[in-house]
């Protein structure tokens, strides 16, 4: 079986990893790791928005 991922699929399954990792490894509290982890991955989403327009942007 074979998944295939697009650009923004790959990107959010990286955010959503990346921000476990984040608010394990940065915070003590459960409740502080879960804030940190949801507030990782708002940014990391916020970013890829950020730099999808950029580049529609510098394409045009």
Avoid: P
């Amino acid at each position: 079986m074979t998944i295939t991922l697009n650009h923004f699929s790959a990107a959010l399954v990286f955010a959503i990893f990346t921000s476990i990792v984040f608010g394990i490894t940065h915070r003590e509290g459960t409740r502080e790791m879960v804030r940190y982890g949801l507030y990782c991955f708002a940014m990391f989403i916020g970013g890829l928005f950020v730099a999808g327009w950029v580049m529609w942007l510098l394409r045009r």
